[in-house]
Structures are given as structure tokens and as C-alpha cells.
């Protein structure tokens, strides 16, 4: 089984529109979090790279240089999205997924996070800041309702 | 601005998160669980409120299905609209009506019922206005703080 979190907001938006914004404008409503950043020179600006599976996720970095924070495993505009979730400080063999769901309910967009694989992270990590785990995965979770929130607001300012 | 939250312990609070879902329509928002898929902390919301469902996770915290049935505490749900409908989809959910849905001196309109594990949820919609003076008369109590 995997360690996972999994978070979900109603946004006041069509899927497709949710859709569109989260991969084609998180650079906009992305919020960095200092204890879950990317790399130690992030935070960057995030941006999909590509469309469709094989697209990159990847963090823009102040240098220029820009780290691949995962591969897009399924993309289906206005439904479902899965991508690769990694951490510079990551092993081999620590890998971490998110998916995220786009569903409607009425006028409006359920959106449900779902990220999974923490089990691959051992405790200990330096990526888990001597958190215990169900603390560490409360507060990626937190900052997950967060970013959704950001989204949100970024499609309904 | 300070709130309430009920955390509502279960044996089988993955199972609970389902249910709820079902009967009485709340919608799951934040799940936690651990490397062997173990509930860890959960969230669920209906309009501005949410609840947690959380397993027996201390020797003082049970639920109802460990205790012979026993409360210590209910939750109350209120709604704007159609209390029947609520209740015939609680009831087909699975729940055991305990009370079905009738008008109550105060102006609500109320159902009770018991979940799975034994929580008692009671169910209310208001649907008349009804001022203290005709309170007082119906019941023969003295009322403080009617709002």
C-alpha cells in the first residue's frame, strides 16, 4: 500500500477550464513552500513543458537551469491528470506521484488531489524535516488545499 | 471568527468516509493515510462546515460499535431544503431511521437516524417561523435565548 494524501476543493469553473489552468497557468497560481521546495536554489517558477503524456513538469530556476520535477504519466484535458513528483534530494527508487481529478458537480469542478508514494521516502529523509510521518503528510496535505485555493482564486479573482 | 468541529471516531472510518458520502452527501477534502493504506486523519465538509473521521486512536476514543451502542455526544445536521428527500436517501444508504421526518414545535422539520457503526445524526430544516410566545404555549416551558 502507499502513504498518500489526498485533498479536494470545488472551484466555480467548468473542468476544462480547471483543466487548462492548472497545467497551462501554475506558474501564476503556484505558491512555493519553503519546507517542501524542489531544489535548494528553488523556488523557480513551475511551467508544464509540452502537452499531452511525456510532457515535463519542471521548475524554472533563477540560473536558467530548470529542474524536471516529473514526467505527465496521463493527460486528459477536463479529466485527469497523473505526473512524477520528485525532489532533487530524492534516491533512486524514491518516486512520488500526483494525480489530479476534474470532475463537475453542477456548474462548478470538484478537483481532487491525490498524492501517493511517500512509503518510497524513508523516514529520516532530509525531505521530510524529521516530521513524523502522518505530520509530514498533514502538512504536504495543507499546502496541497492551499495551492487549490490558489487556483481557485487565480480563475475567480 | 472561532467554529466547532466534530472529530467522529469509527472502527472502519474508510468504510464511514464512504457512507457519509452517500447518505448524507458530505464530501471528502483532506485524507491522510499511512504506508499500509491505514487511515490516518480525514476531513469532510457539507457547505461551510466539515467534520473529521478518525479511527480508535486512543484507548479513550471508540465508536458506538464498541461501546454496545452508546452515544456521548450527536451531531446535528441543518439544512435549507427538503428534509424527506434527506432522509429517503439516508434510508437508502442504510441507515436506520430512528425517527422519521415530522415538524417540531419549534418550527424545524427533523429526522433521526443511526449509521453503520451506531452514530446517531439528527437532521433538521426549518420550515416555519415560530416566535417564543407560541413556543411557550405549545410546550408549557419557559424559554430563554429563543432567537
Redesign the interface.
Known sequence: ??????????IKAAPARVFAAFVGEIGAWWRPNPLFSFTPRSPGVLAFDGEGEGARLVERLASGKAFEVGQVRVWTPGERLVFGWRQAAFAPGMDTEVEVRFEPVGEET?VTVEHRG??TVPAGHVARHGFP??LF??RH?QWW?GLLEGLSAHLLP | MPRLTSALCYKDPKAALKWLEAAFGF???????????NL??SQMTLGDSHVMVGNEWSADHASPASLGGKNTQTVHIHIDEDVDAHCQRARAAGAEILAEPETQFYGDRTYRCRDPEGHIWTIGQTVQAVTREEAEAATGLKIQGWA
Not at chain 1, 500500500?1 to 470545488?10: G, Y
Open positions: 500500500m502507499s502513504a498518500r494524501i489526498l485533498v479536494a476543493l470545488r470538484r511517500w512509503e510521518d502522518q503528510l498533514l496535505g488545499t | 464530501e471528502l477534502v483532506l485524507l491522510i493515510e499511512d504506508g499500509e493504506g490516518a486523519h
